[in-house]
């Protein structure tokens, strides 16, 4: 008997389902293929399986045969009953409260953006560890809100950022990436590090619009919920680092710049400031000022 994978027998069972019968001409197979329903199943279309000019038996399994069919993947659109993960984050992403954090900066205007739960994308720029990336994260904390954080490279790309197919117990699934799942959520998307990105990251232009996207791959619309927002930190301005002293940061296409509306700049703590952080984590460390 022929030995067919689960995904390859999922595709059986959608086409004698929709076509009501044992077999299937090229031309109702390539239907399905191009509403997305099924991707196309080339092991299927050959002559092994045909029957007639152009029309290809579903009785795989009654064959017998010694050769074992091509398992290549056959993946399915989330409109079969192959698995579409919707979500695969079920922990709380509500960022933990610093107990030693002291507020500096701009700090005051990110809290009233993330705490306004509106959609009002944001750059946040500054030199290496002068607290942009704690900033979002306790404003997040303390407006309670959910933030999740994608950390980016110059190998980030989309699927990294929408997401993918997956292998989970033998079986392709669809498995959302983290902007896919701050969209659903309604939560704050952190973009850390964006300058480290490559052209690759202009997948998001319609996401930084606000309007949503369409994720191609599973043939779904998502649009964000109430509370979701784009939130980017970065060491230079987009524009490359002349100085060398962050190597690997690119230049972002001036067109993905515009969608953030405003663009902060932070500074280094001053130092009365700094006296409090000091001050402050010595307390934490039980030792007096």
């Known amino acids: 008997m022929i030995e067919l994978n689960k995904t390859q027998k999922t595709v ?3 086409l004698k389902d929709t076509y009501k019968k ?3 001409t090229r031309a109702e197979i390539n239907a399905l293929v191009k509403k997305k329903v099924i991707k196309n199943p080339s092991w299927l279309k050959s002559d092994k399986y045909k029957v007639d000019r152009g029309v290809y038996t579903l009785n795989v399994d009654s064959m017998d045969d010694t050769t074992t069919v091509d398992t290549t993947d056959t993946k399915i659109s989330n409109d079969t009953k192959a698995a579409y993960i919707v ?4 922990d709380n992403v509500v960022p933990a409260k ?7 900066g701009n700090y005051a205007d990110i809290k009233n953006i993330v705490k306004s739960k509106k959609f009002y994308p944001a750059f946040i720029t500054g030199l290496s560890g002068n607290g942009k990336t704690l900033a979002v994260t306790q404003a997040c904390a303390e407006s309670k809100r959910e933030m999740i ?3 980016i490279t110059i190998e980030t790309d989309e699927d990294d950022l929408l997401g993918g197919y997956r292998l989970k117990d033998g079986q392709t699934v669809w498995q959302n990436g983290p902007v896919i799942e701050a969209m659903e959520r309604g939560a704050v998307l952190l973009l850390d590090e964006i300058d ?3 052209n690759k990251i202009m997948c998001l232009q319609p996401i930084l619009e606000g309007s949503g996207v369409y994720v191609k791959k599973i043939n779904k619309f998502v649009k964000p919920k109430l509370g ?3 939130i980017a930190t970065a060491n230079t ?3 490359g680092s002349d100085d060398g002293k962050f190597i690997g940061t690119n230049v972002l296409n001036e067109a993905f710049l515009e969608r953030f509306p405003v663009t902060f700049e932070q500074q280094y703590p001053s130092a009365k400031v700094e006296e409090k952080i000091v001050a402050q984590k010595l307390v934490s460390a039980g030792k007096k000022r």
């Not at 610093?98 to 500096?104: A, E, K, P, R």
């Open 98 to 104: 610093d107990t030693d954090f002291v507020n500096f």
């Open 87 to 90: 979500s695969s984050l079920t």
């Open 196 to 198: 480290l990105a490559s």
């Open 22 to 24: 044992d077999t299937v």
């Open 237 to 239: 301005k987009g524009q």
């Open 228 to 230: 979701f927002n784009v």
């Open 149 to 151: 954080r994608c950390n």
């Open 12 to 14: 059986l069972k959608v």
